[in-house]
């Protein structure tokens, strides 16, 4: 992948972001100042500095996992939905997935489950992030990246198309001609994005910043 050549490495490593405290909000805006700067220039992050960097953006810690259990209905369903999770996540992992989607429905009672966390988390632990780190970076990125779009309404799945849907019209003029005249609603496009941010259908994981 082209974030992983050797000047890429020097780069990142240049910009030392481990002086970053996470628990300072001040530092966690500097630091994410830097790495869009890195990701623009490098077209992504090296995997050996996710672990450091991806909980310092989230701005959280580990948190323990709730030790109650989710109504049987969102069992039912998070069993159902672990199997269907994209087996390069998930493989060896199973039990953990169910674990954190359980702990999160628990924790967000409001939104319970839904299709697409599971993928989500499946990347986490894939990366080598433990339960207690995968839940607390769900849980922050649940509500500050993708916030409403795993409600049981998709407020934010809507909401997030139809800021899509006006920068279509205002910077990709013909594609939205096109998308009108061949019938194709942008929801089609967005709905696996917000879901999933595009995790379901990676082709490799060490692509991915």
Not at 126 to 134: A, E, I, Q, S, V
Request: charged share 20%; net charge negative; hydrophobic share 45%.
């Amino acid at each position: 992948a082209p974030q992983e050549v050797a000047e890429a490495h020097v780069a990142w490593e240049a910009a030392e972001l481990t002086r970053y405290d996470s628990s300072d909000p001040g530092a966690t805006a500097a630091a994410r100042v830097v790495v869009e700067r890195l990701l623009l220039d490098h077209c992504g992050m090296p995997l050996k500095h996710r672990h450091r960097l991806w909980p310092l953006l989230l701005g959280c810690r580990p948190l323990p996992l709730p030790s109650l259990e989710p109504p049987a209905k969102v069992i039912e369903q998070i069993d159902a939905d672990v199997p269907r999770t994209r087996h390069s996540l998930v493989a060896g992992r199973t039990a953990d997935l169910r674990c954190v989607l359980r702990s999160l429905s628990v924790h967000r009672p409001e939104i319970g489950y839904a299709q697409g966390m599971n993928q989500l988390a499946a990347v986490f632990l894939k990366l080598g992030f433990d339960n207690d780190m995968t839940f607390s970076m769900m849980d922050a990125l649940m509500q500050d990246l993708v916030p409403g779009c795993h409600d049981p309404d998709l407020h934010g799945l809507f909401r997030d198309t139809g800021v899509a849907d006006i920068l279509i019209q205002t910077f990709l003029p013909r594609h939205a001609l096109a998308f009108e005249s061949a019938g194709i609603e942008v929801l089609w496009f967005t709905v696996d994005y917000f879901l999933t941010l595009g995790s379901a259908g990676a082709s490799h994981l060490g692509k991915a910043g």
